[in-house]
């Protein structure tokens, strides 16, 4: 069956990075897409990035794009999301989902999801 495993979640300064990383199994990886989310304390589940596993084609929401960077690496069947000079904003759980495609990503258009990872941007 799909799985999707986030990791790499934790506690990070203003101004720092982190990576995440969703591991997939259970379907033929190259032949979907993997987006990235966050919900916040008491804020509903936003779209943040999405890619197609296989041409490496990005998509991304307008407020995170130039911080945030999908990728993808389909010999580990993993999609990553690199995240820099964060925000206290940026606190929140995210979680990585899979569907055939990106168009309409950002309404939460996907099939599967993960548990999600924890992050917290603090001094």
């Known amino acids: 069956q799909v799985q999707l495993v986030e990791s790499g979640g934790g506690l990070a300064q203003p101004g720092g990075s982190l990576r995440l990383s969703c591991a997939a199994s259970?379907?033929?990886?190259?032949?979907?897409?993997i987006a990235w989310y966050r919900q916040a304390p008491g804020t509903e589940r936003e779209a943040v990035a999405c890619?197609?596993?296989?041409?490496?084609?990005?998509n991304y929401v307008d407020s995170l794009k130039g911080r945030f960077t999908i990728s993808t690496d389909n010999a580990k069947n993993t999609v990553y999301l690199q995240m820099n000079s964060l925000k206290p904003e940026d606190t929140a759980v995210y979680y990585c989902?899979?569907?055939?495609?990106?168009?309409?990503?950002?309404?939460?258009?996907?099939?599967?999801w993960g548990k999600g990872t924890l992050v917290i941007v603090s001094s």
């Open positions: 989902a899979q569907s055939r495609t990106c168009f309409g990503f950002e309404y939460l258009t996907m099939d599967y």
């Open positions: 259970g379907f033929a990886f190259d032949d979907y897409v």
């Open positions: 890619i197609r596993n296989d041409d490496g084609s990005r």
